[in-house]
């Protein structure tokens, strides 16, 4: 529904706002009252109230909308906002009624598309924003028709120059529960570690969270392989788990120790051969002095 005292302004062309190469002609910029607007469904994109969004106010307070949104007519009553949610916030936040707007008639494929490609190349996306819209354009571009899996994820990805592959990658993100989506978000958990985790069954993806919250240690690369195959075998455990994430990979710890340091402790007449038999040594000798004084605090706790 449109409100009868909106203002209409011709277009040159859609280039001049898009700065795309698609002119289509006649289009129409319409200002519409904000109290008209719709969220897109599943908006996958978050509009937070920080000091970016501060300085967009300040912008609109100073200079108004200069790039107008796009909208689609809503089936119930006024539209649906398909680009421009974080303008519609700063319109409210500065205190505007109305906000101008380029009314579509558009699909839910279409629209789709439409809305992943005008966010998807902001600096400040969290990778659990980037796995859903890619999900969405995914499956908006099938249904569109592109029958190739491969190619359509490479479709999915150009707008922000991410190849097939990374897109697959993102999309897998979308099968891990929150919480570990979360850490993926919060940098603990690497995309490459946390696409290997969302094989793992959703109860299993659960014993991992708690065995991350009692432990405080996070799943390493081989570590979230093993996890993986334990998963597709069916043997994995809640105990399998715990037994996984405390191991040493390789059973082994690497050291290395400065030459200038470990010169200071021996004369200068010791060869290399000398000073690695005396490390050994001393090195047994407190292996077995911890082992006897483990032994001695287990029987005196008897």
């Given amino acids: 529904m449109k409100s009868k005292s909106a203002q209409k302004i011709k277009l040159t062309s859609y280039d001049d706002l898009f700065r795309t190469n698609e002119q289509p002609s006649g289009e129409v910029v319409t200002s519409v009252p904000i109290n008209l607007f719709h969220a897109f469904k599943d908006h996958p994109f978050r509009v937070v109230d920080d000091e970016k969004m501060q300085e967009t106010v300040e912008s609109v307070k100073k200079y108004g909308i200069l790039m107008p949104g796009i909208v689609r007519p809503h089936p119930e009553n006024g539209y649906e906002v398909i680009a421009g949610h974080r ?28 809305m992943v490609d005008t966010n998807i190349q902001r600096e400040d996306i969290l990778p659990s924003e980037k796995a859903y819209a890619y999900k969405m354009k995914y499956e908006a571009m099938k249904h569109q028709g592109s029958k190739a899996e491969k190619n359509t994820a490479d479709l999915v990805g150009e707008t922000a120059g991410d190849s097939g592959r990374t897109v697959q990658r993102y999309i897998r993100l979308t099968e891990l529960v929150q919480e570990l989506l979360d850490y993926v978000d919060a940098k603990k958990i690497p995309m490459v570690i946390g696409e290997k985790l969302s094989y793992l069954k959703h109860q299993e993806q659960l014993w991992l969270v708690n065995a991350i919250t009692n432990s405080g240690m996070f799943p390493s690369k081989i570590q979230a392989e093993q996890l993986k195959q334990n998963s597709e075998s069916g043997e994995l455990t809640e105990g399998g788990i715990y037994a996984i994430l405390v191991r040493k990979e390789n059973g082994k710890v690497n050291v290395t120790i400065s030459a200038k340091k470990i010169n200071d402790y021996f004369p200068p007449t010791y060869t290399k051969a000398q000073i690695e038999e005396v490390i050994y040594m001393l090195l047994d000798k407190w292996k077995k002095e911890e082992r006897e004084g483990g032994l001695a605090d287990a029987e005196n706790t008897v």
């Fill in 87 to 114: 303008r519609w916030r700063a319109c409210e936040l500065a205190g505007l009624d109305e906000m101008p707007v380029i009314v579509r008639d558009l699909d839910d494929d279409a629209a789709t598309v439409i």
